[in-house]
């Protein structure tokens, strides 16, 4: 079971990249770009957005979540069917929904156009992992590590231009600035739609002679809708638990998350037991422990990004800057830019000792270190953007060389679902870690705020009855309750303030343990120094690559069809 035009290659002979290949990488690098500038820049500015469209707190989370839900689910099914069947058209049909999307959400005119934009770009989005792929496996495999670092550094890229080029859109024009977000992204995806079309001309991965409705009879239909029916209530629910309005109390939280972890054990089950060729084909787990333990590991450094990206935000935002100022987002940057000096020194390591695990076990402990600093930073906002960068220096690490040891794991052929699972897993951590984050602020602020408060404003005279008044101008500005002097607001600002940050403070600790525990499961990992070599997965060229050709292959091709069964 391997790809079309790997037969034949000298593992040893060191090959020439051509200019081809680079261009294919740098489309897989700009895709990731805008793949990242669509997850930050409608985040950062969900309240700019949600404002002028008159968007409620319930729909402005969704302006967020409307995007992830879908993309985790259809990330492994798109891999798989690209993994076997091709990738161009595949490539080329999404690039064509991101354009249609984009157009649909810049021009929106409410919220629920706009949502519907974000969902449709959501099932798009699950193309994310296969950029990962295409990048590892049209260059020589001594080269992983720097061609995710190429991909990854792109990505950064986006975030720092996401929070500083569309943060000064948006101050410049507080009612339709955020519209640039979705221009600029329709700038990105006509170059991506116009340069995978051109460029990407990839030869067949297998030789199997079937129709069109043999290969749609040959899709493991019962496996997609397990994960489907599993993953997306899951996701829904966890997604309305965060929501102050519903809470884990309500049961659109909790029937929605029962339900799809029934459907999600299901999945797993089937997939298991039932069937050994569906989307979570049992050869993933051929090169022994590597795989399922990246797959924890990843898991645990989404719910690690999901708190920076998320919880971070919130607490500058909320303690230390103007919502939305330059200040604000540009304490968001250093966890971003970090990885620029960061990336290209670790990938040179990596390349020059073929050593993954211990930079991963490094990556882990700078994340315990900085969640360690940013929970006792309290109030210190200086200090929390210090261990913000060094969050930056963990992140650098297994977002780039988990990719590389998951796709150097496991067979060439499933390189795609490969890269896919491991960004599904990625996300599925971060919805249910910021889920559980949610749930543990929200138990030490929800009725503490208000009490604390009320001990710091009675003394002053201020009347008990107007509390919720007096909170809600403190979070937004507006509806300052009659009688309400500066002194009291200095100490109901200072009350709220400290409340919050001890709320902070113990969410960040309760993920010390996982930075931990990931840690150590990196040293139990095994480096793949064996495939560190000059094969390429999936040559462009295979005359180049010193390949046989698809037609002197077409025996291993018929081999592949035999024991594919469903995908």
């Known amino acids: 079971m391997t790809v079309v035009g790997t037969f034949g290659q000298d593992p040893d002979k060191e090959q020439k990249i051509s200019w081809r290949v680079w261009v294919v990488v740098a489309l897989c690098a700009l895709a990731q770009m805008q793949n990242t500038f669509i997850s930050v820049a409608p985040a950062a500015a969900a309240y700019s957005i949600a404002g002028p469209l008159g968007g409620t707190t319930s729909e402005r989370i969704w302006i967020i979540q409307a995007a992830s839900v879908p993309s985790i689910a259809t990330g492994p099914i798109m891999a798989i069917i690209s993994d076997v069947y091709g990738r161009r058209y595949l490539v080329i049909g999404v690039w064509l929904i991101f354009c249609v999307t984009a157009v649909v959400s810049m021009t929106a005119k409410n919220m629920s156009t706009l949502i519907a934009g974000q969902a449709l770009s959501g099932v798009a989005m699950g193309i994310s992992g296969i950029m990962y792929s295409i990048a590892g496996e049209v260059m020589p495999s001594v080269y992983r590590a720097w061609s995710q670092t190429i991909v990854n550094v792109s990505a950064s890229t986006a975030s720092v231009f996401a929070l500083i080029a569309m943060g000064a859109a948006i101050h410049?024009?507080?009612?339709?600035?955020?519209?640039?977000?979705?221009?600029?992204?329709?700038?990105?995806?006509?170059?991506?739609?116009?340069?995978?079309?051109?460029?990407?001309?990839?030869?067949?991965?297998?030789?199997?002679?079937?129709?069109?409705?043999?290969?749609?009879?040959?899709?493991?239909?019962?496996?997609?809708?397990?994960?489907?029916?599993g993953?997306?209530?899951?996701?829904?629910?966890?997604?309305?638990?965060?929501?102050?309005?519903?809470?884990?109390?309500?049961?659109?939280?909790?029937?929605?998350?029962?339900?799809?972890?029934?459907?999600?054990?299901?999945?797993?089950?089937?997939?298991?037991?039932?069937?050994?060729?569906?989307?979570?084909?049992?050869r993933l787990f051929q090169s022994g422990r590597n795989f399922p333990l990246a797959m924890l590991l990843v898991a645990v450094e989404g719910s690690l990004f999901y708190l920076i990206n998320n919880i971070y935000p919130s607490e500058v935002n909320g303690l230390w800057a103007e919502p939305g100022s330059m200040n604000a987002n540009a304490r968001l940057l250093p966890f971003f830019l970090v990885i620029f000096a960061v990336a290209p020194i670790m990938s040179y390591y990596v390349t020059r000792t073929k050593d993954l695990k211990w930079p991963l076990c490094a990556g882990f402990i700078c994340f315990a270190v900085a969640t360690i600093g940013l929970a006792m930073s309290g109030l210190n906002g200086a200090m929390a953007t210090a261990f913000n960068g060094v969050g930056g220096i963990g992140f650098s690490a297994p977002l780039i060389l988990l990719m590389s040891l998951v796709q150097l794991s496991t067979?060439?052929?499933?390189?795609?679902?490969?890269?896919?699972?491991t960004i599904s897993v990625r996300t599925l951590g971060g919805c249910v870690g910021y889920a559980i984050a949610m749930a543990i602020y929200g138990a030490l602020t929800n009725d503490q705020v208000p009490a604390n408060i009320l001990k710091a404003v009675i003394p002053l005279g201020f009347d008990p009855i107007n509390v919720g008044a007096l909170i809600g101008f403190l979070s937004s500005g507006q509806g300052m309750?009659?009688?309400?002097?500066?002194?009291?607001?200095?100490?109901?600002?200072?009350?709220?303030?400290?409340?919050?940050?001890?709320?902070?403070?113990?969410?960040?600790?309760?993920?010390?343990?996982?930075?931990?525990?990931?840690?150590?499961?990196?040293?139990?990992?095994?480096?793949?120094?064996?495939?560190?070599n000059w094969v390429v997965d999936a040559p462009l060229n295979t005359k180049e690559a010193g390949a046989d050709t698809p037609l002197e292959a077409g025996d291993a091709g018929s081999t592949s069809q035999e024991k594919t069964g469903s995908v």
């Open 481 to 532: 309750p009659e009688g309400t002097t500066g002194q009291m607001l200095g100490a109901a600002s200072a009350a709220m303030k400290s409340t919050q940050a001890h709320g902070y403070k113990i969410v960040w600790f309760a993920f010390l343990p996982g930075s931990i525990i990931a840690a150590i499961g990196c040293a139990c990992l095994k480096n793949p120094r064996e495939r560190m």
């Open 231 to 282: 993953l997306v209530p899951l996701l829904m629910g966890l997604a309305w638990s965060s929501d102050p309005t519903y809470g884990w109390h309500n049961a659109h939280s909790y029937g929605p998350v029962a339900v799809g972890c029934v459907g999600f054990i299901a999945c797993l089950i089937y997939e298991w037991k039932g069937t050994s060729t569906g989307f979570l084909d049992h």
């Open 411 to 421: 067979p060439p052929l499933f390189i795609g679902v490969a890269s896919a699972l």
């Open 172 to 229: 410049n024009d507080a009612i339709d600035g955020w519209r640039w977000i979705y221009r600029f992204l329709l700038i990105l995806n006509a170059i991506l739609l116009v340069g995978f079309t051109v460029f990407y001309h990839p030869p067949p991965r297998t030789v199997i002679k079937s129709t069109f409705f043999e290969k749609v009879k040959t899709l493991d239909w019962i496996g997609y809708f397990l994960l489907i029916s």
